[in-house]
T-cell receptor, first 112, second 115 residues
Framework: QQQVKQSPQSLIVQKGGISIINCAYE??????FPWYQQFPGKGPALLIA?????SEKKEGRFTISFNKSAKQFSLHIMDSQPGDSATYFC???????????FGEGTQLTVNP | NAGVTQTPKFQVLKTGQSMTLQCAQD?????MSWYRQDPGMGLRLIHY???????DQGEVPNGYNVSRSTTEDFPLRLLSAAPSQTSVYFC??????????????FGPGTRLTVL
């Protein structure tokens, strides 16, 4: 059973635009929601993460918005750049002992 | 620090062959895990370990064995390879269960093809 659903599967954005990737989760025991960035031929790397006691977290051009009541969270990439072209994974898990469960991934392409 | 290292980078097997994917970390992490990545399915947990001598099954453990004799190493064994095991395999580690206080680090991956 897929406990974290991610959309869209692929996304094409023009340079300077905003990229938005959405995730929905089922397990209310999750208390850790990370986003990973993966470049071709590389392993995923932690990009940004949020706890459910905050509604937004921003690090540079990357922002997570979190809606606990809807059990949804999203990644916003402002001023998207060609170097942001990668696959992005959301996940849920945390200190409750729940192992990290990943979404299906979104392949982002930022055109110059 | 080398971080998380995996060998080999690429491997081709014939159906029925066995092999071991190696994973090592030099960060003194207790928690290690193996994932497989397939198109459209994200990363799925195969097995994980919370410390030397302790392993447990993840979401898709069938056809795979693991052991954890040292803190540093966490090999993944394919007992009898099947075409369904064609995938990219990632090893990852963190001090404890991945959380806001424990970042999980991934290795570079092993691309396995089973013919």
């Amino acid at each position: 059973q897929q406990q974290v659903k991610q959309s869209p599967q692929s996304l094409i954005v023009q340079k300077g635009g905003i990229s938005i990737i959405n995730c929905a989760y089922e397990n209310t025991a999750f208390d850790y929601f990370p986003w990973y960035q993966q470049f071709p031929g590389k392993g995923p790397a932690l990009l940004i993460a949020i706890r459910p006691d905050v509604s937004e977290k921003k690090e540079g051009r990357f922002t997570i918005s979190f809606n606990k009541s809807a059990k949804q969270f999203s990644l916003h990439i402002m001023d998207s750049q060609p170097g942001d072209s990668a696959t992005y994974f959301c996940a849920g898990g945390g200190t409750s002992g729940s192992r990290l469960t990943f979404g299906e991934g979104t392949q982002l392409t930022v055109n110059p | 620090n080398a971080g998380v290292t995996q060998t080999p980078k690429f491997q081709v097997l014939k159906t029925g062959q066995s092999m071991t994917l190696q994973c090592a970390q030099d960060m003194n992490h207790e928690y290690m895990s193996w994932y497989r990545q397939d198109p459209g399915m994200g990363l799925r947990l195969i097995h994980y370990s919370v410390g030397a001598g302790i392993t447990d099954q993840g979401e898709v453990p069938n056809g795979y064995n693991v052991s954890r004799s040292t803190t540093e190493d966490f090999p993944l064994r394919l007992l009898s390879a099947a075409p369904s095991q064609t995938s990219v395999y990632f090893c990852a580690s963190s001090y404890e269960v991945p959380s806001s206080y424990n970042e999980q680090f991934f290795g570079p991956g092993t691309r396995l093809t089973v013919l």
